[in-house]
Nanobody, 119 residues
Framework: QVQLVESGGGLVQAGGSLRLSCLAS????????MGWFRQAPGKERELVAF????????DYADSVKGRFRISRDNAKNTVSLQMNSLKPEDTAVYYC????????????WGQGTQVTVVS
């Protein structure tokens, strides 16, 4: 069982930055690949950033490439999302999610944290 708790959301002006963090309560954090998702009102949830179990493989949605950076610290059971040059269209609830190495499904989700970008 994995419990995920996000923090770091808030209200920011366009062009600003926020850093989201996700703390995982699990014995072996490195058994899981991690993703950051977001869901805006009226839209489907989308994968924003992915990082594999050891940080050796990272991928981003085209909409955030060059602006967002995902990282993880396996010693601290945390995964972070540094968001720079934020735009109003980045406004959404952001979720941290975990999937086992052998699975393609994200089985564990945090409660979400709201990010609001105003122009």
């Amino acid at each position: 069982q994995v419990q995920l708790v996000e923090s770091g959301g808030g209200l920011v002006q366009a062009g600003g930055s926020l850093r989201l963090s996700c703390l995982a309560s699990v014995r072996t954090f490195c058994d899981y690949h991690m993703g950051w998702f977001r869901q805006a009102p009226g839209k489907e949830r989308e994968l924003v950033a992915f990082i594999n179990w050891n940080g050796g493989s990272i991928d981003y949605a085209d909409s955030v490439k060059g602006r967002f950076r995902i990282s993880r610290d396996n010693a601290k059971n945390t995964v972070s999302l540094q968001m720079n040059s934020l735009k109003p269209e980045d406004t959404a609830v952001y979720y941290c999610a975990a999937r086992e190495k052998r699975s393609v499904l994200y089985s564990y989700w945090g409660q979400g944290t709201q990010v609001t970008v105003v122009s």
